[in-house]
């Protein structure tokens, strides 16, 4: 059965304090991997895709890795305001169209 | 300027009543779908349309019923409802079904008492 989880479950940080998310995933034939921030009463926010292992993308103090096993959410320096819950999401291995969420990693950034 | 809007933001209802949750988009996006997050947070697909055709029904109780009058609208009706309904339902569109983001509304939280 196709599996994606995320560790930690939490992980609060003092600002400045760089860190990685972790996302492994069982599914064959990876078809790209999704990250997306949620915020609290809000709906998730798409971050990245990655389609092939080595594959990097940055967007401000996000960085987003691939391996053909796990993915890693790099935050460099991170601020209050990138306090979030980060979910990964992968495609089924027999399905397209949906996506499969990890249960998040909820992110705490103290000033 | 909203996306993917959603209404009601919030539904308090009783046991047994029956509920709509209405999604519009103006992305032009050709898919639509409805995702539950639970009380532990996992996102789980329910349906999705693409050009108002069911591509993706989930293993869900019919008394879920979707209906997409159009490519920028999909609603969700809920018959008999349960206490395990309550959850809070995201609509989501994306430019077609195979491997594209998804933009999330801002959800629906449900509670049933």
């Known amino acids: 059965e196709d599996q994606v989880t995320q560790s930690p479950e939490a992980l609060r940080l003092q600002e400045g304090e760089s860190s990685s998310l972790n996302c492994s995933y069982t599914?064959?034939?990876?078809?790209?991997l999704f990250w997306y921030r949620q915020d609290p009463g809000k709906g998730p926010e798409f971050l990245f895709t990655?389609?092939?292992a080595g594959e990097e993308k940055e967007k401000e103090r996000l960085k987003a890795t691939l391996t053909k096993k796990e993915s890693f959410l790099h935050i460099t320096a991170p601020k209050p305001e990138d306090s979030a819950t980060y979910l990964c999401?992968?495609?089924?291995?027999?399905?397209?169209?949906?996506?499969?969420f990890g249960a998040g990693t909820q992110v705490v950034v103290t000033p | 300027d909203t996306a993917v809007s959603q209404t009601p933001k919030y539904l308090v209802t009783q046991m047994g009543n029956d509920k709509s949750i209405k999604c519009e988009q103006n992305?032009?996006?050709?898919?639509m779908y409805w995702y539950k997050q639970d009380s532990k947070k996992f996102l789980k697909i329910m349906f999705s349309?693409?050009?108002?055709?069911?591509?993706i029904n989930e293993t869900v109780p019919n008394r879920f019923s979707p209906k997409s009058p159009d490519k920028a609208h999909l609603n969700l009706h809920i018959n008999s409802l349960e206490l395990g309904d309550s959850a809070v339902y995201f609509c989501?569109?994306?430019?077609?079904?195979?491997?594209?983001?998804?933009?999330f509304g801002n959800g629906t939280r449900l509670t049933v008492t």
């Open positions: 990655l389609y092939s």
């Open positions: 349309y693409n050009n108002k055709e069911l591509i």
């Open positions: 989501a569109s994306s430019p077609g079904p195979f491997n594209s983001p998804l933009h």
């Open positions: 992305l032009g996006h050709d898919t």
């Open positions: 599914v064959s034939g990876l078809r790209g």
């Open positions: 999401a992968v495609p089924p291995t027999d399905s397209w169209g949906k996506l499969q």
